[in-house]
């Protein structure tokens, strides 16, 4: 059975930094793009960043661009999120998918398969 556990997150300060981590089981970890995506309340799902299938590239989205680093242990079948600068606006809940053979959008619909999400919440 496919799972995707998301740990780290957490509450902290503006300007504060949080790692967040992905386990993935049951999935081939190199046939997928895996990414992360956010959620704040009553906003829609954002992706944020991405390891895509091909060459594991990584990709960001604008708003975290400098802040953010994505990195990935294949061994351990584990993504991970360092986030820095952190900033209220930053405050949701983060999750982590995978895309077979993903080429390494940022687009949720492709996306087949989710954690159950880990709560980050940025106080000013």
């Known amino acids: 059975e496919e799972h995707l556990v998301e740990s780290g997150g957490g509450l902290v300060q503006t300007g504060g930094s949080l790692i967040l981590s992905c386990t993935v089981s049951?999935?081939?970890?190199?046939?997928?793009?895996i990414a992360w995506f956010r959620q704040a309340p009553g906003k829609e799902r954002e992706g944020i960043s991405v390891i895509n299938n091909n060459d594991r590239r990584i990709y960001y989205s604008d708003s975290v661009k400098g802040r953010f680093t994505m990195s990935s242990d294949e061994a351990k079948k584990t993504v991970y999120l360092q986030m820095k600068s952190l900033v209220p606006e930053d405050t949701a809940i983060y999750y982590c998918?995978?895309?077979?053979?993903?080429?390494?959008?940022?687009?949720?619909?492709?996306?087949?398969?989710w954690g159950q999400g880990t709560q980050v919440t940025v106080s000013s």
């Open positions: 998918a995978a895309d077979y053979l993903g080429p390494g959008s940022l687009r949720a619909y492709l996306y087949d398969y």
């Open positions: 049951g999935l081939a970890f190199g046939d997928y793009a």
